[in-house]
């Protein structure tokens, strides 16, 4: 017995340390090596890689729900999702979509480079842009949960019957594409430093990660501030009046100003997913539900 209350006690702290600790991790992990003279971007995803780690780990020791580990189909299209759409997409955007407006704007005279606060702290404009940059997502995500021809494209990411880490990244390119648009071009014609970025960048993914993982956690006064696993997993119920709510992509802070926040008490989110269970699952077939009308009910 003495065991078993021993074990249940190390559960608890890691469910409520694991997300603070993995999260401050990443962060130092970054500063240790851009202090030994890493570029930001290296020393970036080298944190967002052990945070991933991490993540897998803690899903593998102390998983919330056993019936969610994926299936070696479901990995090999999030895996595809992760490279082609979250890694690929956004390099080549930033190449050609970036790289074209910037020189419109520098033609035509416009300075908005000029606008951000670039001499403030490193810490204060991460935590700016971490606020900016969800007040657009939270409306388009809202957006996409509205109009059906929207919904249509993000049935995508509804489509997992279970949450495990890799799943984050299922998106349907054209949705990245718009996400891309309201939350990242805007900051990158506004100049904000490639460190800036860099520390957003750790905490969007690692806390992304955990967002969707199969992590047990308990974040406590933390779920009124991050978007987090507890929040994000009624976001996933195939119940619309569950899955309707929290929007929020690493904040949860909008969700709570405009009355979408939803954490009930005393039970768990159901079954998750589209409420067509036979919704293809593959990653070239989603290349092409969005546009076969009505496959997404």
Same mark, same amino acid.
């Given at each position: ?8 006690? @190390? %559960? ?14 990443? *962060? ?15 020393? %970036?995803?080298?944190?967002?890689? &052990?945070?991933?780690?991490? !993540? ?32 690929? +997409?956004?390099?080549?955007?930033? *190449? ?25 702290? !490193? ?11 969800? =007040? ?7 957006? *996409?949960?509205?109009?059906?021809? &929207?919904? #249509? +494209? ?6 997992? +019957? ?8 299922? =998106? ?12 990242? +071009? ?16 750790? =905490?969007?993914? @690692?806390?992304?990660? *955990? ?15 991050? %978007? ?18 929290? =929007? ?12 979408? #926040? ?6 768990? @989110? ?16 989603? &290349? ?10």
């Amino acid at each position: 017995m003495s065991d078993q209350r021993s074990v249940s006690a @190390v %559960s608890r702290i890691g469910a409520a340390a694991s997300y603070p600790a993995v999260v401050g991790a990443g *962060f130092a992990v970054y500063a240790a090596l851009t202090s030994l003279g890493w570029d930001v971007r290296p020393a %970036s995803y080298a944190a967002v890689v &052990m945070g991933a780690a991490l !993540v897998t780990l803690h899903e593998a020791r102390l998983p919330h729900r056993r019936e969610w580990r994926p299936s070696v189909g479901d990995v090999r299209a999030d895996a595809a999702y992760l490279a082609a759409v979250q890694a690929a +997409l956004p390099l080549l955007l930033s *190449f050609t979509l970036v790289a074209a407006l910037a020189g419109l704007l520098e033609r035509r005279g416009w300075q908005a480079s000029g606008l951000w606060p670039g001499d403030w702290p !490193v810490a204060a404009q991460a935590a700016l842009l971490l606020a900016a940059a969800d =007040f657009p997502r939270y409306w388009l995500h809202r957006a *996409f949960h509205r109009f059906s021809w &929207m919904w #249509r +494209l993000h049935a995508v990411h509804h489509s997992p +019957l279970r949450l495990y880490w890799l799943n984050v990244g299922r =998106f349907h390119p054209i949705e990245k594409a718009m996400q891309y648009a309201a939350d990242t +071009l805007p900051f990158a014609l506004l100049g904000v430093a490639p460190e800036v970025l860099a520390v957003y960048f750790v =905490f969007y993914a @690692v806390n992304g990660f *955990f967002q969707h993982s199969n992590c047990e956690v308990r974040l406590g006064p933390l779920n009124y501030l991050v %978007s987090g696993p507890e929040l994000h997993r009624w976001h996933h119920s195939m119940l619309p009046e569950e899955s309707d709510r929290n =929007f929020g992509n690493n904040l949860i802070v909008w969700d709570v100003l405009f009355g979408t #926040r939803f954490l009930p008490q005393g039970r768990e @989110v159901g079954a998750l997913g589209l409420r067509n269970r036979a919704y293809p699952p593959g990653f070239l077939a989603q &290349m092409r539900t969005p546009f076969v009308k009505g496959l997404e009910r």
